[in-house]
């Protein structure tokens, strides 16, 4: 064969390869509440994993300073705007963001909520973490197993529109009368998932209340800031904090005693889990529907319920026992 003959395929080969498409990569957005939050960046651990083993995705990590619905709307725009294929939303608001996220939709982008929920009108389903009722008594359970005489104790939780946070603190409240009805739930207040202004509220409690005997935090900003407060306040052994937390951030508070005990389900699951069910239902064409059963890859399968959500796993108690093994982890 010549040379100009060879040279001849050579290029129409290499403008056939220039002209076919590269693999196209899917796009999908892992939106948290608020970036720099121990929590969340363990979930993007966990989508960087799935990532990597569904071989096809670009996990885009992103969400606003600071832990608000607006700033969340500008964050979506911007996604909207860079044309990705999935949103995967943790959601300060459940229903202020219902319309930035139904144009989401409405350009064919995929939209699931995980951790705190979106109204359903605003997304194709959404994955809690845990059994909301299961996660509501566990956090009054790890206040009262170390009250036996019971008394007063106070919530501090994340924003007072945080959807996963207000279902966690009613389904509390509904499992005091008849599990725990020693226990008097004095106060429930915000800190925003914002640590200084956690301090203050966790002070503000102690200040209030002069018997307190508890905080309980749903939050893995709360729960560290109200626990660094009973300990630079010397409240050690008056006030037990718990709630739910990061092991790795939290471990130094069961060590010196600001709290016996806390829980949580494992977050690079969820984020894991998350950006399975983003990718099989904007790629695979998996359908978002009651009953439906849907993988969640390594962590098995999951089935929707009427309105389209499902539970991933039931929390996990972390305390001296265990703490040091599980804080290497997350």
Same mark, same amino acid.
């Given at each position: 064969?010549?040379?100009?003959?060879?040279?001849?395929?050579?290029?129409?080969?290499?403008?056939?390869?220039?002209?076919?498409?590269?693999?196209?990569?899917?796009?999908?957005?892992?939106?948290?509440?608020?970036?720099?939050?121990?929590?969340?960046?363990?979930?993007?651990?966990?989508?960087?994993?799935?990532?990597?083993?569904?071989?096809?995705?670009?996990?885009?990590?992103?969400?606003?300073?600071?832990?608000?619905?607006?700033?969340?709307?500008?964050?979506?725009?911007?996604?909207?705007?860079?044309?990705?294929?999935?949103?995967?939303?943790?959601?300060?608001?459940?229903?202020?963001?219902?319309?930035?996220? /139904?144009?989401?939709?409405?350009?064919?982008?995929?939209?699931?909520?995980?951790?705190?929920?979106?109204?359903?009108?605003?997304?194709?389903?959404?994955?809690?973490?845990?059994?909301?009722?299961?996660?509501?008594?566990?956090?009054?359970?790890?206040?009262?197993?170390?009250?036996?005489?019971?008394?007063?104790?106070?919530?501090?939780?994340?924003?007072?529109?945080?959807?996963?946070?207000?279902?966690?603190?009613?389904?509390?409240?509904? *499992?005091?009368?008849?599990?725990?009805?020693?226990?008097?739930?004095?106060?429930?207040?915000?800190?925003?998932?914002?640590?200084?202004?956690?301090?203050?509220?966790? /002070?503000?409690?102690?200040?209030?209340?002069?018997?307190?005997?508890?905080?309980?935090?749903?939050?893995? *900003?709360?729960?560290?800031?109200?626990?660094?407060?009973?300990?630079?306040?010397?409240?050690?052994? /008056?006030?037990?904090?718990?709630?739910?937390?990061?092991?790795?951030?939290?471990?130094?508070?069961?060590?010196?005693?600001?709290?016996?005990?806390?829980?949580?389900?494992?977050?690079?699951?969820?984020?894991?889990?998350?950006?399975?069910?983003?990718?099989?239902?904007? *790629?695979?064409?998996?359908?978002?529907?009651?009953?439906?059963?849907?993988?969640?890859?390594?962590?098995?399968?999951?089935?929707?319920?009427?309105?389209?959500?499902?539970?991933?796993?039931?929390?996990?108690?972390?305390?001296?026992?265990?703490?040091?093994?599980?804080?290497?982890?997350?």
């Amino acid at each position: 064969m010549s040379f100009l003959k060879k040279l001849g395929i050579t290029t129409a080969l290499a403008a056939i390869l220039l002209a076919s498409p590269a693999m196209a990569q899917t796009k999908i957005a892992l939106v948290v509440k608020s970036l720099g939050n121990g929590f969340f960046d363990a979930a993007n651990k966990g989508a960087e994993e799935a990532a990597k083993e569904l071989g096809d995705v670009e996990v885009i990590y992103t969400g606003p300073t600071k832990a608000t619905a607006e700033a969340q709307i500008e964050v979506i725009n911007s996604l909207i705007a860079q044309q990705v294929n999935a949103i995967a939303i943790s959601a300060n608001d459940p229903d202020a963001l219902v319309p930035v996220l /139904k144009k989401a939709m409405d350009r064919g982008i995929t939209v699931i909520s995980f951790d705190s929920g979106v109204a359903p009108e605003g997304r194709q389903l959404h994955l809690n973490p845990s059994d909301t009722n299961l996660i509501g008594e566990t956090i009054i359970k790890l206040a009262a197993d170390y009250l036996p005489d019971g008394g007063d104790v106070a919530i501090l939780s994340a924003s007072s529109t945080a959807t996963n946070q207000n279902a966690w603190i009613e389904a509390a409240k509904k *499992v005091l009368p008849e599990k725990f009805p020693k226990i008097n739930l004095v106060a429930t207040v915000y800190g925003d998932d914002d640590s200084a202004k956690s301090t203050d509220e966790a /002070k503000g409690l102690i200040a209030s209340y002069p018997n307190l005997k508890a905080i309980i935090a749903p939050t893995t *900003v709360g729960v560290v800031a109200a626990a660094q407060v009973v300990t630079d306040q010397n409240l050690i052994g /008056k006030i037990n904090v718990t709630g739910l937390a990061l092991p790795s951030e939290f471990k130094k508070f069961i060590d010196n005693g600001a709290s016996q005990a806390v829980a949580l389900w494992n977050p690079i699951d969820l984020g894991y889990s998350a950006i399975y069910l983003a990718h099989d239902l904007a *790629v695979k064409g998996d359908k978002a529907e009651p009953g439906a059963k849907l993988s969640i890859g390594r962590m098995g399968e999951i089935t929707l319920d009427d309105t389209n959500s499902a539970a991933m796993a039931p929390p996990f108690t972390f305390d001296k026992s265990n703490i040091d093994e599980f804080a290497k982890i997350y």
